[in-house]
């Protein structure tokens, strides 16, 4: 059917306008979106696995760095231990006197009514020295273990033995001091005997 508007153009009703809008299409969009999100949900999860895989690999190589670190140390250690034993020996082996020479020198040292029982070196200072002194680390001591025996005089021959002892003039030269330490009273049969001790400090070379 035809319609025909008499009216004037000012009264006349006005059509709406149609807005003429793209067509979007939402299924591509939706895809493109999630995709992209999965996408970077894979690289995420991918980059992870691969810092926790570097990280591992790097704490093995801190672990064995350590051991190896470790390994040198003790191996420095022993190295050292070899070194100083060696340096003794060499000390020992370039001191300056002869072992035959100084029991020459306590042979020549011996006195009347004195005899020695034992003779040792140690780095194990006096424990009660008569002379008080404050002894250095790693002092080396010729000790000397006798005993005198005589009518009343026991301790004038032991004074004596002392006094040749640090009279010798070798004595002289390998100690810094010479002392008794312990000087003990005994019966032995119808004997006085008087057991005494006496400690020689090496000099330091």
Same mark, same amino acid.
């Given at each position: 059917?035809?319609?025909?508007?008499?009216?004037?153009?000012?009264?006349?009703?006005?059509?709406?306008?149609?807005?003429?809008?793209?067509?979007?299409?939402?299924?591509?969009?939706?895809?493109?979106?999630?995709?992209?999100?999965?996408?970077?949900?894979?690289?995420?999860?991918?980059?992870?696995?691969?810092?926790?895989?570097?990280?591992?690999?790097?704490?093995?190589?801190?672990?064995?760095?350590?051991?190896?670190?470790?390994?040198?140390?003790?191996?420095?250690?022993?190295?050292?231990?070899?070194?100083?034993?060696?340096?003794?020996?060499?000390?020992?082996?370039?001191?300056?006197?002869?072992?035959?020479?100084?029991?020459?020198?306590?042979?020549?040292?011996?006195?009347?009514?004195?005899?020695?029982?034992?003779?040792?070196?140690?780095?194990?200072?006096? *424990? $009660?020295? /008569? @002379? !008080?002194? =404050?002894?250095?680390?790693?002092?080396?001591? &010729?000790?000397?273990?006798? %005993?005198?025996?005589?009518?009343?005089?026991?301790?004038?021959?032991? *004074? $004596?033995? /002392? @006094? !040749?002892? =640090?009279?010798?003039?070798?004595?002289?030269? &390998?100690?810094?001091?010479? %002392?008794?330490?312990?000087?003990?009273?005994?019966?032995?049969?119808?004997?006085?005997?008087?057991?005494?001790?006496?400690?020689?400090?090496?000099?330091?070379?």
């Amino acid at each position: 059917m035809i319609e025909i508007n008499f009216l004037p153009e000012e009264l006349r009703q006005k059509e709406a306008l149609k807005a003429a809008l793209p067509e979007i299409p939402i299924k591509k969009t939706l895809f493109i979106v999630f995709g992209g999100v999965f996408g970077l949900q894979l690289f995420f999860t991918l980059f992870t696995f691969y810092l926790r895989f570097d990280m591992t690999i790097v704490a093995k190589q801190i672990q064995g760095l350590k051991e190896s670190s470790g390994e040198i140390t003790r191996q420095k250690s022993e190295t050292i231990g070899i070194h100083n034993r060696v340096k003794e020996s060499r000390q020992l082996a370039a001191r300056e006197f002869y072992w035959a020479l100084l029991l020459n020198g306590l042979s020549n040292s011996m006195t009347q009514g004195v005899w020695l029982r034992a003779l040792r070196v140690t780095e194990e200072g006096p *424990g $009660k020295p /008569l @002379k !008080q002194e =404050k002894e250095p680390a790693k002092a080396r001591y &010729l000790v000397l273990e006798g %005993s005198a025996v005589g009518s009343g005089q026991e301790t004038a021959f032991i *004074g $004596k033995f /002392l @006094k !040749q002892l =640090k009279d010798n003039p070798l004595f002289i030269n &390998l100690f810094q001091d010479i %002392s008794p330490t312990h000087i003990n009273q005994r019966r032995l049969k119808e004997f006085d005997v008087y057991d005494f001790t006496i400690y020689c400090k090496f000099r330091k070379n």
